[in-house]
């Protein structure tokens, strides 16, 4: 039996997350599970899931509750007396961070979908990962495609790695057209059903941009050899092309269950009962090339990964954040989400952050910075 805990099993990951655990009862032995604060919810799935404990990472212990541990420091009590196999982090934000170094210095094999902690701090996380001779096992589809298509390949082989983006909803629209997208418009994802925050990244490709820093982190490849392409079917998530011409795809339903299965077993795989793959009914596969113009950040966040200056990658991730949490709560249109991004790179010096407490002094400096200018923005 592998042990495991989930962080953020109350989101759609960690519900994804616990769908996979329920199927394969004689796998796993679910040791925690964790909210931020949905106590409600996390309680029912204790009741159908029978975890050994149950966490609430953002509630203060002093709220009394005998069901229910609180806190970070009591995921590291859980992680340090209950040997386990697996951390799957499937909590959103950086407040896991802490946590994820804790598990990587006990020699913790982690299994991650969250995106945020790979972009700020990369090249710390990866670090600790290779001293510790530790996995870190990609969840988000592409990075799990990749992560697949490597398997039993070495690292100089590899030509040049290329992940899908399906493009979001407004791939037939011109830029023009973009101005007058409102919330409603923007939610509407057309393949995956997923968070609002990560809906709006891949309506604005900014999702894309951000994976392609944490592709660069996760396989420690150079920008140069790493690019997106739109396919929007969804069905092939990642291409690795290899120094001899061939080339290797992984494709999958877009079930974000197949990408969990394979972290959660590696390196083993599983029989799954979910919807197989039918080419034949999927009929075509379609690829475009990515429009720079009416992306420019896909094109700008190429030359920041080559810069190497983390300051740039932090800023990137934090000024997306503030500005899509501004879009949602209607405060900006959507195009000025793009607007706030490029003003603050603008402002941003070229530093190498080395240590988390750096790169968290620094995002806190330019949070002051980037709500200025979302307040700005509509004076
Ligand atoms: P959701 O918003 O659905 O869920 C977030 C989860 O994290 C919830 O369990 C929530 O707890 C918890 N959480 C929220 N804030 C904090 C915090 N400050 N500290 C600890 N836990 C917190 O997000 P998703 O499941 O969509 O995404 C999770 C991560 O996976 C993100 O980093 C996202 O970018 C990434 N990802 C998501 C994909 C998707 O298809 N959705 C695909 C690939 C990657 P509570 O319920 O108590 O608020
Ligand atoms: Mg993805």
């Known amino acids: 039996m592998k042990k495991i805990g989930i962080i953020g099993s109350t989101g759609y990951i960690g519900r994804q997350t616990l769908d996979v655990v329920e199927r394969n009862k004689d796998y796993f032995e679910l040791i925690f599970i964790s909210c931020h604060k949905n106590i409600e919810l996390i309680k029912k799935q204790k009741t159908v899931h029978n975890p050994k404990y149950i966490v609430a990472t953002g509630i203060k212990k002093n709220y009394r509750d005998n069901n229910l541990y609180f806190g970070w420091d009591s995921i590291k009590s859980i992680i340090e007396s209950q040997h386990l196999d697996l951390l799957v982090v499937a909590a959103s934000g950086i407040d896991c961070i802490y946590t994820i170094l804790y598990a990587l210095e006990n020699k913790i094999n982690i299994a991650t979908a969250n995106k945020e902690t790979i972009v700020l701090a990369g090249n710390i996380i990866m670090e600790l990962a290779n001293i510790n001779n530790i996995n870190i096992i990609p969840i988000d ?56 925050s990560i809906t709006i990244d891949s309506a604005t490709m900014m999702n894309k941009a951000l994976e392609l820093i944490e ?74 090339k990515p429009n720079y113009k009416r992306f420019p950040l896909l094109a700008k966040v190429k030359d920041i990964i080559k810069s190497s200056f983390n300051s740039y990658t932090v800023a990137l991730l934090t000024a997306n954040e503030l500005a899509v ?31 988390i407490d750096d790169i968290l002094s620094f995002r806190n400096y330019i949070k002051i910075k980037i709500n200025n200018k979302i307040e700005e923005y509509n004076k």
């Not at 998530?237 to 992984?250: E, L, R, Y």
């Not at 879009?327 to 603008?346: G, H, S, V």
């Open 141 to 196: 589809s592409e990075h799990s495609g990749v992560f697949q298509c490597l398997q039993g390949n070495k690292k100089e082989h590899i030509r040049d790695i290329i992940i899908t983006a399906s493009g979001g909803p407004f791939l037939d629209k011109k830029r023009d057209e973009l101005k007058d997208i409102t919330l409603k418009d923007a939610l509407k994802h057309p393949v995956w059903p997923m968070g609002n």
């Open 215 to 288: 592709l660069h982190y996760l396989f420690n490849m150079p920008a140069d050899q790493l690019s997106t392409i739109i396919h929007p079917q969804a069905i092939i998530h990642s291409f690795v092309n290899f120094i001899d011409g061939s080339t290797i795809a992984q494709l999958s339903v877009p079930d974000m269950r197949i990408p969990i299965t394979y972290a959660l077993t590696y390196p083993n795989r599983i029989v799954a009962d979910y919807t197989l793959l039918d080419l034949a009914n999927v009929g075509n596969l379609t690829f475009i």
């Open 325 to 355: 949490n501004a879009f949602l709560n209607e405060k900006i249109p959507f195009l000025a989400i793009e607007y706030i991004i490029e003003k603050t790179l603008d402002t941003i010096k070229p530093l190498k952050l080395k240590s």
